[in-house]
């Protein structure tokens, strides 16, 4: 399914639609793909929008990926725009055997939990504006389904969530780019082993720390 955009001029027309229920006559229109949104990203979003708008996107593909440590790179960067920003805690059982107690208590941020709430509300919310309409294609002669866009912002992360930019999945690097095979998370291979070595320092850090805070838990139940 396509993603369609009103136009003025006949310019670049594919077809003909009626978007609004009740509208009187219809719209010419055209397809807005990948590389119409790449380009324009810049006019798209303001430098301020522009970092919600690729924190969105490598939430999505961190949550996609099971990466734990850029779900949290990119939650800090869509946090600012969300009022109902969401944080679930991890909690453990704790059991004090000497006075027949047990508690349950937060150890932390439930990343992935919270990144899946995060990311639902900033889609529903994306995602709005967006409507189902028939256009009528000139070329094939038939009606076909597609997404209508009242503006580019939505286009955008229409075009962009339903897979079709990607942004670097190096957190450092944020640029967009459209991928030529499903593989592709890094804008040049280089990113990715940069990403990766990163990646793996934090991972035994975290792994560290769980172990410290396991021995302290381990040591109160014993006492
Ligand atoms: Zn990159």
Not at 43 to 50: A, E, H, M, N, S
Not at 54 to 67: E, M, R, S, T, Y
Not at 80 to 97: C, G, K, N, S, Y
Request: charged share 25%; hydrophobic share 40%; aromatic share 10%.
């Amino acid at each position: 399914m396509g993603v369609c955009e009103r136009l003025l001029t006949l310019q670049g027309a594919i077809g003909r639609a009626v978007f609004l229920s009740g509208e009187r006559g219809d719209s010419w229109v055209r397809v807005v793909g990948a590389e119409d949104v790449k380009e324009r990203l810049r006019t798209i979003f303001t430098p301020k929008d522009l970092s919600l708008y690729v924190g969105a996107v490598q939430l999505k593909q961190a949550l996609d990926a099971g990466d734990e440590w850029t779900v949290q790179i990119a939650s800090e960067k869509v946090r600012p725009w969300m009022a109902d920003f969401a944080e679930f805690p991890t909690l453990v059982l704790e059991v004090d055997t000497a006075n027949k107690r047990a508690s349950l208590k937060r150890t932390g941020v439930n990343r992935r939990y919270s990144g899946f709430v995060n990311y639902s509300r900033l889609i529903a919310n994306m995602f709005e504006r967006a409507r189902l309409v028939m256009l009528f294609s000139e070329k094939d002669g038939r009606f076909l389904p597609a997404l209508y866009c009242p503006d580019w912002k939505t286009a955008a992360f229409v075009v962009t969530f339903t897979g079709r930019v990607r942004v670097c999945a190096n957190p450092k690097c944020n640029a967009p780019f459209i991928p030529s095979t499903d593989k592709e998370h890094y804008c040049t291979p280089a990113h990715g082993v940069a990403y990766r070595v990163a990646r793996s320092r934090w991972r035994a850090k975290q792994a560290a720390e769980e172990k410290k805070q396991k021995q302290k838990t381990a040591g109160k139940s014993l006492s």
